[in-house]
């Protein structure tokens, strides 16, 4: 995997800077029911890497005394972690809105039968991965039989009041294009996703967020064996558009990897390009946060960062305009 880094580095992308931080998005371990062939992250069944509890018992400290407003836990499959859901209890008892990235087949793992009732009693809005509405493109991306598993937990989740007018209980789609292309006009594919889910199997949602393929990871190395992955970098940045760069998510988010180190974004932190370091040459970790929120630091880039900034541009929230 990291033999693309070199390749990534070296960069021409605009310098930007950080604003005061409203997201901290915590990846909670790379250990996973699945193993998607876009997954930036590489995580898997066989991944072992999981946050200490005494890292996780620092995120709450954190939220209060930085005021942030959202948690965005992620992993791998974070419902995986065993603090799991003594986190979203102490996030929401502060009042922090919690995001929890479900993969929707985690709802059937051992342990995991009452998650989706603990998810609604939380109130915990739910952005879930689902690359297509067809089942063998789902299949084809995430594996045999994921594609009618995800309905079933979908079902589970409007059964609950999820994707529903005024339940309060949000449920969000992702989609990420197969191969080395742009994704589609985010409008219109929202459409044919709530037209053919309702249809065909009676789902409801509220918003689909459609994300670009970072050159990283599982993907990166998937474009350098099949001698696809200068061309994908040059559609990146032959799309860049510099309206996007005002709105980038790590502006105003902050990246937690498993042990507790700082990162700009999710994917800086799957390239090891950690945090820009301070006068004091110290790696930053949660700790920190305690003591300082790095608001106007400048946000370390690369090539990669065309990824979030080409064509309708992309985040964790879907496009940027």
Not at 14 to 40: E, K, M
Not at 116 to 137: G, H, K, M, R, W
Not at 184 to 205: C, H, M, S, T
Not at 240 to 267: K, P, T
Request: glycine content about 10%; charged content about 20%; overall charge negative.
């Amino acid at each position: 995997m990291h033999a693309i880094l070199p390749l990534i580095e070296t960069s021409g992308f605009p310098a930007i800077r950080r604003l005061q931080p409203t997201t901290l998005q915590v990846n909670l371990g790379y250990r996973c029911n699945q193993s998607c062939l876009h997954c930036h992250v590489n995580a898997g069944p066989t991944r072992t890497e999981m946050m200490a509890n005494e890292t996780l018992a620092l995120i709450p400290e954190v939220l209060d005394k930085r005021g942030i407003a959202t948690l965005d836990l992620t992993g791998g499959a974070p419902e995986l972690h065993e603090g799991f859901r003594s986190l979203v209890r102490a996030a929401r008892g502060l009042g922090v809105k919690v995001i929890d990235r479900c993969n929707l087949t985690i709802l059937f793992e051992p342990g995991q039968s009452d998650l989706a009732d603990f998810l609604a009693a939380q109130q915990v809005e739910i952005i879930a991965s689902l690359p297509c509405y067809t089942q063998d493109n789902v299949d084809r991306q995430r594996g045999a039989g994921v594609f009618e598993k995800s309905i079933k937990a979908l079902r589970m989740f409007n059964d609950l009041g999820y994707g529903c007018s005024d339940s309060g209980l949000t449920l969000n789609l992702v989609y990420n294009p197969q191969g080395p292309d742009l994704p589609p006009d985010q409008n219109e594919l929202e459409a044919d996703y709530k037209r053919e889910l309702a249809a065909q199997y009676g789902i409801v949602f509220n918003r689909l967020f459609v994300l670009t393929n970072m050159p990283i990871q599982r993907f990166g190395s998937m474009l350098v064996s099949r001698g696809q992955f200068d061309a994908y970098l040059r559609l990146l940045k032959d799309n860049y558009q510099a309206d996007n760069l005002a709105q980038v998510m790590c502006r105003e988010l902050i990246s937690v990897d498993w042990r507790g180190h700082l990162y700009d974004c999710d994917f800086n932190q799957q390239l090891g390009l950690a945090m820009a370091l301070g006068k004091d040459d110290k790696p930053r970790h949660l700790a920190d946060l305690l003591s300082g929120d790095f608001s106007g630091q400048t946000i370390r880039v690369a090539d990669h960062c065309y990824g979030c900034t080409a064509g309708q541009g992309s985040s964790c929230g879907g496009v940027l305009q």
